[in-house]
């Protein structure tokens, strides 16, 4: 593999409008990013992917953009964003940004000259398309919910939006859009900016013919991801844009890719693929129902490694993936993929080390590095995410009850990771002296910063170890480019793996059941490296055979 410069960092999302305010408007901002960077410093972070700060109505949280090329008032100003820039350059940490490019805000300026005036030359920036017999063009549904095709106005055309009705979709296939958004990706990496995590993208690319599908719902349409699966050519596209922006600056992308192709992991991130990395969703992917998440199962255990561990074995062959436990559109990975046993402090580190020592850049979620758990939630109105509004609607529209639909948003909402980070004990987690957005989940004065921060216990030093760990000297190539091989899988409640170079072997152990398990080693024990059971600071095994209790976590380095 040739080695490139982002292979041994570890990543930090951040979610702006929850991190930290400093005005006092109940909204998190550029100042509370830059007064944390050394908090994430010391936690061994290298790259700060921050979700939208652009200038935004917030339809969807600033996935929804009506300027590129501003920043969100309600964050800051854009001096303030080059002082970021700046203060993580002297920290030798790198900042990249969302890129959320396949649709854009109904109020751009883009959009609002397309709607003055339907037959121009900015209604090709969009899907304007006549309806048919009086219906849209077509049946399908957006990701929100309803029609992917809102009316315009005073016309008989309807355009294109396969997220909310808000953020109407870009047409990729006009040369001169591609070259206006060229532009501004070029403008942002000019800054300084090292890259762009790439929202949706997979969704750039329609059927231009706008077929039919087969009705999947009550409401008669068919979800819109299913022109996505059926349409070939993304490829073309995704090559375009790299070659006119990220790689003439050695940006470092990560594409959020659903539905790939059998066979396009190489064109992805392969060596000269259109991104550096792309995230792995397999286990995420556990939670799909029929109709969305409301409906879908908990997640079982031996699902979830081997999901896991089909998805480290197909990547290797190719490339590295970003591994992650939870994003601001998944609820908590402790809440979800952790037994109700396990939903604890030694649970927590146990899940954050199977993710962070896989194969591939870890990603870790503001909170996540403390342990922070789904909230809970008592009525619908509490939520704000039009996701989540959109999914307890459908759930009551099939007969479920309010306490039941309810039920599913506290397990899968996306508003579960966006509540405010959970810095100390005082009023609001000290996330605002206002009122916050959203709720400060309930468990604040438990888990939050400060506390954990003089507990040598605690979940958020574990994790700086952890992180330390993987970027030792000593370990940090076999981390980064190591072999993944799982081991112990026919063990019903243990996650292992190793990771191998030719001259080192590390174990990566964890018993997620309820009792104790033995386990026979296959290579003699050099030393015992990161655990997170203080009573097992355990002196090396005196045979081959290691016991592991419940919820317990060991990495060993063995011999090779
Ligand atoms: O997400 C794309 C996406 O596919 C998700 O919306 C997913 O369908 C949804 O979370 C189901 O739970 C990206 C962003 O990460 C998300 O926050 C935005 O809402 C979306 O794009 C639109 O920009
Ligand atoms: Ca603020």
Not at 206 to 223: E, N, R, T, V, Y
């Amino acid at each position: 593999m040739i080695k490139k410069w982002w292979h041994d960092k570890v990543a930090y999302q951040i979610y702006p409008k929850s991190f930290l305010d400093t005005n006092g408007d109940g909204i998190g901002d550029l100042r509370g990013i830059i007064s944390k960077l050394d908090y994430l410093k010391k936690l061994g972070i290298d790259i700060i992917w921050l979700s939208p700060i652009y200038k935004s109505p917030f339809v969807d949280q600033g996935y929804d953009i009506s300027d590129y090329y501003a920043i969100a008032e309600e964050f800051g100003t854009m001096e303030e964003f080059d002082e970021l820039l700046s203060e993580a350059k002297k920290r030798d940490m790198y900042i990249i940004m969302d890129l959320v490019i396949n649709h854009c805000s109904d109020q751009h300026e883009w959009f609002q000259k397309a709607l003055a005036d339907p037959d121009g030359e900015y209604a090709d920036y969009f899907y304007f398309r006549k309806g048919r017999n009086g219906n849209p063009p077509s049946n399908l549904r957006s990701y929100f919910g309803g029609s992917c095709w809102e009316p315009v106005p005073g016309t008989d055309k309807y355009y294109l939006h396969m997220f909310a009705k808000e953020q109407p979709d870009l047409n990729w296939e006009n040369p001169l859009l591609r070259e206006k958004l060229y532009e501004m990706i070029n403008w942002w990496l000019e800054k300084g900016l090292a890259g762009f995590r790439i929202d949706a993208i997979i969704n750039i690319k329609k059927d231009l013919d706008f077929p039919d599908f087969k009705p999947d719902g009550p409401d008669g349409l068919a979800g819109c991801w299913k022109m996505v699966d059926e349409v070939d050519g993304v490829g073309e596209l995704l090559e375009d844009l790299k070659k006119h922006t990220f790689q003439k600056y050695e940006a470092f992308t990560v594409g959020e890719v659903f539905n790939m192709k059998e066979g396009e992991l190489d064109a992805f991130i392969g060596e000269n693929g259109h991104f550096s990395t792309i995230f792995d969703f397999s286990a995420h992917m556990l939670s799909e129902g029929e109709h969305g998440w409301y409906d879908a199962p908990p997640v079982d255990f031996k699902e979830w490694r081997k999901a896991i561990t089909d998805s480290q074995l197909k990547v290797q062959n190719c490339g590295l993936e970003a591994n992650i436990i939870e994003n601001h559109d998944e609820p908590r990975g402790v809440s979800r993929f952790l037994p109700d046993y396990a939903q604890n402090p030694t649970g927590t580190k146990m899940l954050g080390t199977i993710s962070v020592l896989l194969r591939g850049i870890p990603f870790i979620y503001q909170g996540q590095e403390i342990g922070m758990q789904n909230a809970v939630w008592n009525t619908v109105d509490e939520y704000n995410d039009i996701n989540t509004i959109d999914q307890y609607h459908t759930a009551r529209d099939a007969g479920l009850t309010d306490k039941e639909a309810l039920e599913a948003c506290s397990r899968l909402s996306r508003d579960n990771a966006r509540t405010p980070m959970q810095w100390n004990t005082r009023e609001n987690a000290g996330f605002t002296t206002g009122t916050p957005w959203l709720k400060v989940n309930d468990n604040y004065t438990e888990i939050n910063v400060e506390t954990q921060d003089t507990d040598p216990d605690s979940v958020l030093n574990y994790y700086r170890k952890l992180i330390a760990l993987r970027k030792s000297p000593a370990y940090k190539e076999v981390f980064a480019y190591g072999e993944f091989l799982p081991v112990y899988q026919n063990t019903s409640s243990v996650m292992a793996y190793y990771r191998k170079t030719e001259n080192q072997r590390i174990l990566i152990t964890a018993n997620f059941g309820k009792e104790a398990v033995s386990l026979t080693l296959e290579y003699p024990v050099k030393q015992i490296l990161l655990s997170n059971m203080a009573s097992a600071e355990h002196s090396l095994p005196s045979n081959d055979i290691i016991t592991l209790n419940s919820c317990e976590v060991l990495v060993f380095e063995l011999e090779t």
